[in-house]
């Protein structure tokens, strides 16, 4: 591909290599990068597009203070001086960075050499926090250092994959692709799912364990049990190269079978065959991820999980071991340079004085921090009783991200001073800064990021920056400057990636895993050429794919430790008043709180509003039904969230996404009903467990809307917005109906003066429309029902901008048209925007399998996180038929 920029996709850890291609319409072409051994040319559907989310609509383009845009001299001023007031007059302590694993490992490096080095506080910690944190604190209590054993290799090796708290197909689905292609490959390789709801990982499981909420532990404890009982104990492995089995065994103790099947909600046949398959199988890789770290036992589940692995031996080799797969694009790179609050760079430890002396040496730096900070619900408790007097957030949106997120709020509105660096102009957190920095965003950051498998990987600009957007790593050292520090001069990203790398080598005697030592005099051509690789990387040797294989672990004799993990209920507990269990996690194509999906079309089809999935006999016993309105309460906070009803989801537990703010939707920010309750070990919160209620909301009625221009919806009871071609799509709802119809309409489309209305009323059974036509074109329309309207959206909306003649418009007034021919229906393929309705017609016309469905319409050719929907569509098809 001519003129390509070879770079790394933004989105979750998998770290796929990306081909970009920018076109003289300004348009970018967006290609997997068939060279990069992560994806090998695969991409996902928010991967693939990426290249429809670089619009400038809603960027931060230039400095703000207190709403009146700046200079950047004048709003860096006011950061270094407001931050070097709070110090002088309060301590060190009473500043706080708030960073996040959308940055790049150069600026992650930036901040916490400022904060740990030179202002002298650990108050620096980071959103990666709330998603892989108990995976650092499993991994140094095992192994002595915050080490992942394995590749993505070895997912393919395994004979036997084990997926907990993973929906893999939608939160990393390129892996999963990898992982499906091996199976298909090798029909003997078995999958094993273990998630409280069937996800659409599921459908490739040879076996799914529909846990009860919370029990991993009693699980992997009652493995344990029955592992060390049978021959799978490696007893050479345990006895040479670990400690601590009996401690480990203690706290497992009574966990057989039936006790095991009890406290997991599951059959004593399926735990025995779990248990059965686990001891008679030689390769076996466990892939855990937020279900299992998003826990107040999470630390335990991840130390249940690798004791397993240590017991056996089953680590470190081909095709085996525990394996961790974080959810942001360089939450690993964090990890090596200290970004949480209670570590150092390089992998080094904040609580050992050799390390401190080591770093603050090698930095010059007038002091170091000689204790851990705040961990991020305890830091932003600290905004919000008035420990932090000044705080700065990097790219990241902790109003809505962050557990019991209306405190998160209050807190900031608290805070004497804020400063957010961001590339979005408007977000729930954005609202309360007293400074607003532009950062520059994926396409013109240049710098590296590293990947769950721990490879690095170059993230290269081919876009200018707008406006006045400047990188990251240059906002904190021109404030370090101005707070009077040295050693921020920096010249571009390749200084401070060659600084990191010496740093990583600095007294390093072999002890420490982290070393990229052979990359400590990269320059600038080096670094721009710089291809892939594993770590660790130290001067003279080439990469290492794999850990522990030899036995040899990081603590001070050298062995792993098993670690003894009693099972303990959740935190928060069911009652009366809040009889469910709220599980929060992603949607296939949307990531975080949507500001770069949220932009394309067709990312925001496939869910286009805020839901909460409901298994079918707690909807009845609610007196729900589907496309409902229903409250979800805690009693942190609620959401007003729109009901599905599925037999996916476990019956006394409700799942509802993280991703819809206050930018897309009236009420959804779910972090606001979960609890601080957090891990005691990592401090990663409990955000898989929160006792809720559901009721129906009692709309007197709904709305859908298309319009060309944003809607004005701020005054109703319930709405969504999300974009479509040419315009915007609506779902709209209100306790109360308007007694002007006609009057409320106009407030929401603002019809342009002179614009031709075409209008219907049935009173009686409560139904509007309306349609807007500027220049001979439709430009809005409104449906209105005293029930969820039923309406074909896809067609409706594709009749926007679209000149109709007089019997078209009356067809459109009446809601007809929208065939299955013109309407695809619900989106299934979002990277080749094929619907439910173009499926079902295939598979109706003879299509009877994926691939062919694949051959008739493209759907599941290109990532293949839509194949399991697909399947499921024709085996619904085929039921039906035989019905």
């Known amino acids: ?49 990426l290249g429809e989310t670089l619009s400038l609509d809603d960027r931060l383009l230039h400095p703000r203070v207190v709403g009146e845009r700046a200079t950047w001299d004048r709003a860096l001023d006011h950061v270094a001086r407001a931050f070097s007031d709070a110090i002088r007059d309060h301590g060190p302590d009473s500043v706080a960075f708030y960073v996040s694993g959308q940055l790049l490992t150069e600026d992650y490096y930036a901040a916490n050499k400022l904060m740990k080095g030179f202002i002298g506080s650990g108050n620096i910690d980071t959103n990666s926090r709330l998603c892989m944190s108990s995976s650092v604190a499993g991994h140094k209590r095992a192994f002595g250092s915050d080490t992942v054993p394995g590749t993505y290799e070895d997912l393919e090796l395994a004979d036997l994959v084990v997926l907990t708290g993973s929906n893999l197909a939608w939160c990393h689905p390129v892996l999963f692709q990898r992982l499906a292609a091996a199976k298909a490959a090798r029909p003997g390789m078995r999958v094993v799912t273990i998630d409280p709801r069937r996800t659409a990982t599921s ?7 529909g846990i009860a909420p919370g029990a991993d532990v009693a699980l992997f404890n009652g493995l344990l ?47 025995e065959r779990f248990f059965n398959l686990l001891a008679a199988t030689e ?9 299992v770290n998003q826990s107040s036992a999470g630390t335990d589940k991840v130390n249940a999980i690798i004791n397993c692995h240590l017991l056996t031996g089953r680590i470190g080799r081909p095709g085996m071991g525990p394996f961790s797969v974080t959810g942001q694009p360089n939450a690993m790179g964090g990890r090596e340079v200290g ?12 609580d050992n004085p050799a390390h401190r002396a080591l770093v603050r040496d090698f930095w010059n730096a007038p002091r170091i921090a000689d204790r851990p900070g705040l961990k991020a619900v305890d830091l932003f408790e600290a905004v919000h009783d008035g420990r932090i007097k000044a705080l700065w957030i990097m790219a990241t949106n902790p109003a809505a991200s962050l557990p019991d997120a209306d405190r998160v709020v209050a807190a900031l509105g608290r805070c004497p001073f804020v400063v957010v660096s961001d590339v979005v102009r408007d977000t729930d957190t954005t609202r309360h800064a007293h400074v607003l920095l532009p950062s520059t965003a994926w396409g013109e950051k240049d710098g590296t990021v590293t990947n769950s498998e721990r490879r690095i990987s170059r993230q290269r600009a081919f876009l200018p920056p707008p406006g006045e957007a400047r990188a990251d790593w240059w906002q904190m050292a021109e404030v370090a400057r101005r707070m009077g520090f040295s050693g921020f001069d920096w010249d571009g990203p390749s200084a401070i990636f060659r600084e990191h790398a010496a740093l990583s080598a600095h007294g390093n005697d072999g002890r420490r895993d982290f070393d990229i030592g052979a990359h400590a005099e990269i320059d600038v051509a080096g670094y721009e050429g710089l291809a892939p690789f594993h770590w660790p990387r130290p001067a003279g040797q080439g990469p290492r794919q794999r850990f522990f294989g030899d036995g040899k672990f990081h603590h001070p004799d050298g062995k792993a430790r098993f670690v003894a993990t009693p099972w303990r209920p959740a935190r928060g507990q069911t009652s009366a008043a809040r009889p469910l269990i709220l599980n929060t996690g992603r949607v296939r194509d949307q990531w975080h709180t949507m500001t770069r999906t949220g932009k394309a079309a067709r990312l925001t089809s496939h869910y286009a509003e805020p839901f909460v999935e409901v298994n079918p006999a707690d909807a009845r016993a609610l007196g729900l039904a589907a496309a409902d309105l229903a409250l979800i309460e805690s009693d942190r906070g609620g959401a007003l969230l729109r009901v599905l009803v599925t037999e996916r989801q476990r019956p006394g537990a409700v799942f509802a996404p993280i991703h819809w703010t206050g930018q897309q939707a009236a009420r959804a920010r779910v972090d606001a009903l979960v609890a601080s309750h957090v891990d005691p070990v990592s401090g990663q919160p409990e955000s898989k467990f929160t006792p809720v209620s559901l009721r129906r909301f009692q709309a007197a009625w709904y709305g859908f809307a298309v319009s060309r221009r944003r809607p004005v919806v701020s005054d109703l009871d319930y709405w969504a917005l999300a974009p479509v071609e040419g315009g915007f799509r609506a779902e709209l709802g209100g306790a109360d109906a308007p007694d002007d119809w006609p009057a409320a309409m106009t407030a929401l489309l603002e019809p342009a003066e002179g614009a031709d209305v075409l209008a219907y009323r049935d009173v009686a059974r409560g139904l509007y429309r309306f349609a807007v036509y500027e220049a001979g074109v439709l430009s809005a329309a409104l449906f209105v029902a005293p029930e969820p309207v ?7 909306i594709g009749q926007l901008g679209r000149a109709l003649d007089g019997a078209e418009r009356l067809r459109l007034l009446a809601g007809r048209g929208g065939d299955a021919a013109a309407d695809p229906g619900a989106l299934v393929c979002s990277c080749f925007s094929v619907g439910v309705n173009q499926i079902t017609a295939a598979v109706k016309a003879g299509a009877q399998s994926i691939d062919a469905i694949g051959s008739c319409l493209k759907a599941g050719t290109n990532c293949g996180s839509c194949r399991m929907e697909i399947g499921r569509l024709i085996d619904a098809c085929s039921t039906a038929k035989a019905g």
Request: charge should be neutral.
């Open 790 to 796: 039923e309406i074909a959206r896809g067609w409706l």
């Open 203 to 209: 459908e490739l499981a040879d076996l799914h364990l």
């Open 1 to 49: 591909m001519t003129g390509a920029t070879r770079t790394t996709c933004p989105y979750c850890g998998v770290g796929c290599g990306v081909l970009a291609t920018p076109g003289a319409d300004g348009r970018v072409a967006i290609k997997g990068d068939p060279d990069h051994p992560a994806n090998f040319g695969r991409l996902c559907s928010k991967g693939s597009a």
């Open 225 to 271: 049990l029955h592992l060390a009982a049978g021959p799978r104990l490696d007893a050479g492995f345990v006895d040479r190269h670990t400690s601590g089995l009996a401690g480990a065994l203690g706290a497992a103790a009574g966990f057989d079978i039936r006790t095991t099947a009890r406290t997991t909600g599951l059959s004593p046949a399926e735990v």
């Open 339 to 350: 970004g949480l609050a209670n570590q150092l760079a390089a992998h080094m430890e904040l």
């Open 283 to 291: 390769r076996v890789v466990t892939v855990y991820s937020q279900g």
